[in-house]
């Protein structure tokens, strides 16, 4: 194995890129990503990395230099947060229709207004049916792990989609902590080189993204649909995989002491780390409780899901952005979805918290606990949901 | 777990301070997080940043609140901003200040223990410069060795390259001068 080292997490994203020996970076600076993209930067200036750095001038003209530059069978990769993913959007989601095997890291932060920096899921709830398959990590090393993941499902033929690596903006970015690195031998194992599926090249011409009309838009989409919703197997391939290599094994519906419990939590991404730890407060007073972490997003993984919650009495539903003036949070309403239709469905309290960098505590989670049980008592509705921590 | 809590103004390297004591842990294969207050840095203006140290898996996502030891790099910091906030019943206050331990005590109605080093008048001795975030590191390990003395030295090496020498010396008088009143 690789060395274990205490790095910042944005630093060893970037040096975890530069191992899986991207081809071309293109990327604009933007707050809490800025790290991730000077170092890659750096790593290409200094010469340890024999990549093209392509520094755009918005990223727009990022997500559209990376869509050119995976087309001809370069391995590609870009970052962003925020408004970056909202000036790159027209071009994310032609990115996911032409089946292009972009790898962005997403370092989540809300979208203004007011102007914020901080980190909460709005920008990445915002594109959330753009068609990328989409995973959340809690921790540097998921982080590092996820980057070698991502070329390796993105890039396999039977995929060849794009994907997205949340992690949280400076609540993980900028944290400096223990990183287990891949040595190369284990990285050259683990992820074969690019082989697109389809190039453009000029000794063969092809068209991709062509007009679309009415008598063949359905069948495209019904397509993309049917390849996200297909990339599961390989997904879970990909984690098996990794598993036997480095020891750490990523599922797609992850629990903590939720099997036999009333109530579970459920997370996404660095939050996680902090509801474990209440939970483990919660357990000593005798509470049943436990957590579900929700790892990968897209395609949703419905099977694993209904298996988790299977006999469990409430789902406290943490969600980190709003759906302003509709049934509260996005992974909340779809959590519902999910479960509509399930016998014995257990009850869903949604708590909206941590925007824009509004710290969460232990003590925090808590206390929503505590609410939602007081909550129990009364009948939830489907569209109740509390903002939690609100100053009045 | 030990939780640190170090303040100072902008530029003066409390990041630094917070990065170098989670290396020192993490090469000791100990578990540790170094993190700013999240935001711009605003040089000048009062920051803050944190460390853990544990010797397990280190989970928790959040500022700290209640810490075991608070540090301050800068003395005007003491007037300004109430770094006693929260600091644990058993903790103590490590601060820069010409002023003695007992002073303080009466001046700023403080009732935790105080480690108390004239950093600045190191600092400008050694390195010319009133920067005093590793010279506080010194301080820091002689009121409490939350990593052991030694693991210090690698990281200040790894880190200031060809000025590591009077880094390491600010780091080594402040330990050897620092003075704690209970």
């Known amino acids: ?392 | 777990m030990i939780e640190v809590r170090l303040h100072g103004r902008g530029g003066q390297g409390a990041v630094t301070s917070a990065e170098l004591l989670a290396l020192a842990a993490i090469n000791q294969g100990n578990y540790a997080q170094a993190f700013p207050s999240f935001g711009p840095e605003r040089r000048g203006a009062p920051v803050v940043a944190f460390c853990r140290i544990d010797d397990k898996p280190i989970r928790t996502r959040a500022a700290i609140y209640q810490p075991d030891m608070v540090l301050v790099l800068d003395p005007s910091i003491l007037r300004l901003v109430k770094v006693t906030s929260g600091l644990k019943d058993d903790g103590i206050l490590v601060t820069n200040t010409k002023y003695s331990g007992d002073e303080l005590k009466k001046e700023l109605g403080i009732t935790h223990p105080i480690a108390t080093v004239n950093a600045t008048k190191i600092a400008m001795e050694e390195l010319g410069l009133p920067i005093t975030n590793t010279t506080m590191l010194g301080s820091l390990l002689k009121a409490r060795e939350v990593v052991p003395f030694d693991s210090l030295i690698a990281p200040l090496k790894r880190r200031f390259g060809r000025i590591a020498d009077k880094n390491i010396k600010v780091f080594t008088r402040a330990y050897q001068e620092t003075l704690l009143t209970r």
């Open chain 1, 1 to 392: 194995m690789g060395e274990r080292v205490g790095i910042e997490v944005s630093l060893a994203a970037a040096e975890a890129v530069k191992m899986a020996n991207v081809d071309v970076i293109a990327a604009y600076p933007i707050t809490p990503q800025t790290h991730i993209v000077e170092h890659l930067s750096e790593l290409v200036a200094d010469g340890e990395l024999d990549a093209e750095f392509i520094p755009v001038e918005s990223e727009h003209s990022a997500m559209s230099v990376c869509c050119g530059s995976s087309a001809v069978g370069a391995r590609t990769f870009t970052c962003t947060s925020s408004q970056g993913l909202a000036l790159m959007n027209e071009i994310v989601f032609i990115a996911a229709s032409l089946r292009l095997p972009i790898v962005m890291i997403l370092a989540n932060r809300s979208m203004s207004g007011p102007l914020s920096i901080w980190n909460d899921h709005t920008d990445v709830m915002s594109i959330r049916d753009c068609g990328w398959i989409q995973v959340f990590t809690e921790n540097g090393q998921e982080v590092f792990d996820h980057v070698m993941f991502a070329f390796r499902v993105a890039e396999s033929a039977s995929v060849s989609l794009p994907i997205i690596i949340n992690l949280d903006g400076f609540v993980l970015t900028h944290v400096i902590e223990p990183i287990e690195f891949w040595d190369d031998e284990t990285v050259k194992k683990y992820l074969p080189d690019f082989k697109p599926v389809n190039q453009l090249h000029p000794d063969n011409p092809v068209t991709m993204g062509a007009f679309g009309l009415p008598s063949i838009f359905t069948e495209a989409k019904k397509a993309q649909n049917e390849a996200l919703i297909q990339a599961k197997p390989e997904i879970l391939k990909a984690w098996k995989e990794m598993g036997d290599l480095v020891g750490r094994h990523y599922q797609p519906v992850e629990t903590y002491h939720a099997e036999g419990s009333e109530t579970v939590f459920l997370t996404m991404g660095s939050f996680g780390e902090t509801v474990s730890v209440a939970v483990d407060e919660l357990r000593n007073q005798g509470k049943s409780v436990g957590q579900i972490k929700l790892r990968l997003w897209r395609p949703f993984p419905f099977d694993e899901f209904r298996e988790a919650v299977r006999g469990i009495k409430r789902i406290i539903v943490l969600d980190r952005a709003v759906s302003f003036g509709g049934p509260g949070g996005p992974v909340a309403s779809e959590i519902r979805s999910v479960l509509y239709q399930e016998e014995n469905m257990p009850t869903i309290t949604n708590f909206l918290c941590g925007f824009a960098g509004r710290d969460v505590t232990a003590q925090d989670y808590i206390a929503m606990y505590e609410q939602a049980e007081q909550m129990a008592q009364g009948r939830v509705r489907q569209e109740d949901y509390i903002i939690y921590g609100v100053r009045e």
